[in-house]
């Protein structure tokens, strides 16, 4: 009676009661659980998703390298290993080999510490510069970008009289080193960047600053382009002007200006544009990153 009161179940209750089945065992492999359905996909038959919990389990390369040797399992060598859908052998085909494994920044790094063993020669580019404005700038123009440069040139030698070979080799090393924290930078930036150095020299570019001038990345890194040789005459002008007045100056961190770039084709893309100059432990003036190319449209 007090059973019943309670809501107890009786013994025979308890002996007629029969547990539910449990589930499928975890042991087993994903893919011959009996306990995953058949998914098809893309017109196989094949238990794709429990295929892929397999390879998000570890099983087939998705594990981090540390913890592989933890677990006994080592990640694949190359792309070539599976992937989460089963592709036919046609399209397999038609895919391009597996790309060699690019350095981690830590690795670019530590090549650069190890494989910069000489100084930058500056000297080069600002006689490029000069060979460059003759027979395509007119006198006064040429004359207003020679007072710009003789503005700032004094400091620049001052400041390297006292520089050993092994200083001026230590300040190539940091200049290619900020290099890579810049290239990561830039790709979350969004905009329309380039980097050069004091001298003009393009050293590293953004993909939407190829997008808006159309110039290939290929083409103004590897073959040495000069920020300038991407302006309109009028814009060189004004830039190195304005370079020559905040080189060593502090009060500002960017420059704004407008620009005129033009594409391989001549065709004119007008900007408004901000760069600002870093200077290296020397207080010399070696990194100038030009950002926020906006063309204006009418």
Known sequence: MLSAILGNPSAQ?????????????????????PGWPNIPLGGHSHNNFAN???????KDGFLDPALAQQTGSEPPLSAASPSLINLSPDIQAKLPPALPQTLTRRERSAKVY???????????????????????????????????????????????????PEDEVFAEKCFQRSLIELEKLISFSGTPTVVWRRTGEICLVGVEFTMLTEWTAEELVKKRKFIYELFEHQSVVEYWE???????????????????????????????????????????????????????YD
């Open 114 to 164: 190890s494989e910069v063993n000489q100084a930058f020669d500056y000297v080069d580019g600002y006689h490029y510069l000069m060979q460059y404005l003759q027979g395509r700038f007119d006198k006064m123009d040429i004359l207003r970008i020679v007072r710009a440069l003789a503005i700032f040139r004094p400091s620049l030698i001052a400041l390297q009289m006292d520089l050993s």
């Open 13 to 33: 209750e308890d002996a007629n009661h029969i547990p539910p089945s449990p589930p499928p065992s975890t042991n087993l492999p994903l893919i011959s659980n």
């Open 242 to 296: 304005k370079f020559a007045s905040h080189a060593f100056e502090s009060s500002s961190q960017s420059v704004n200006c407008h620009c005129v770039l033009l594409k391989p084709s001549g065709e004119p893309v007008p900007c408004a544009f901000c760069f600002s100059i870093r200077r290296d432990v020397f207080d010399l003036p070696n990194v100038v990153i030009g950002t926020s190319h906006l063309p204006l």
């Open 52 to 58: 892929g919990l397999n390879k998000l389990d570890g």
